[in-house]
């Protein structure tokens, strides 16, 4: 498909993905409404942007075995797995897990990925993204068609949250002047910074329960 068919296509079914993400913002906030273990910030969902849909869906990348460029997504309306993307906000690092094994129980999974720097001297992206069944009664809403069968999740902590919004802002978006050496070490040491919060946050959780 070239550019122009994919932005029309993408389009088209644009209003019926952002009333079925409202729908699964729904779904998810019911579903853990009665769950006071887990300490929920925010439950947001969202339909993916129509020039960031059209952006990822023509993007290239270069073939494994010709070396020549080709695009990455043959057919990006079935490919891409996040035209619906959901996010929990959480308090206390600690609850990750066990949120995570309730969301995978109750939607189904199709991928978990521990988002994390490659090595541990490292500090940038923090976070943890799934890739789950999107519910059958919700696609049949709104047509099969135009609602794909799986949605990405991503569970964070407050921390986690606000540092890779303020990295993605400072990296993506136009401010001037590309963010230097000494500008990564700083995002870097605010990566440390987050870290090292929700692990004292977790440790002050923990003893209030101890003490109680």
């Not at 993007?59 to 990006?76: A, C, S």
């Not at 059958?136 to 709104?142: A, D, M, V």
Request: proline fraction near 3%.
């Amino acid at each position: 498909m070239t550019e122009d068919e994919i932005r029309k296509k993408y389009t088209e079914r644009y209003e019926a993905l952002k009333s079925a993400a409202q729908e699964l913002k729904d779904d998810i906030t019911k579903y853990l409404s009665d769950k006071q273990k887990f300490h929920i910030d925010r439950i947001d969902t969202r339909a993916k942007d129509i020039d960031r849909f059209v952006a990822k869906a023509t993007k290239v990348i270069e073939d494994k075995q010709t070396k020549e460029p080709k695009l990455k997504y043959e057919n990006p309306l079935s490919q891409i797995q996040d035209q619906v993307g959901a996010r929990i906000l959480i308090l206390y690092l600690d609850d990750v897990e066990e949120l995570s094994k309730t969301i995978k129980n109750y939607y189904g999974i199709y991928e978990d990925v521990t988002k994390e720097p490659d090595n541990d001297y490292e500090f940038k992206y923090f976070g943890r993204h799934f890739i789950l069944s999107f519910p059958t009664e919700i696609r049949e809403k709104y047509g099969k068609d135009k609602i794909p069968v799986a949605f990405e999740l991503q569970i964070k902590t407050l921390f986690q949250y606000a540092w890779s919004e303020c990295e993605h802002d400072l990296n993506y978006k136009p401010h001037g002047k590309e963010i230097d050496k000494e500008g990564q070490r700083l995002l870097a040491l605010a990566s440390a910074q987050s870290w090292g919060s929700d692990r004292i946050f977790d440790e002050l959780i923990k003893k209030t329960k101890l003490d109680s």
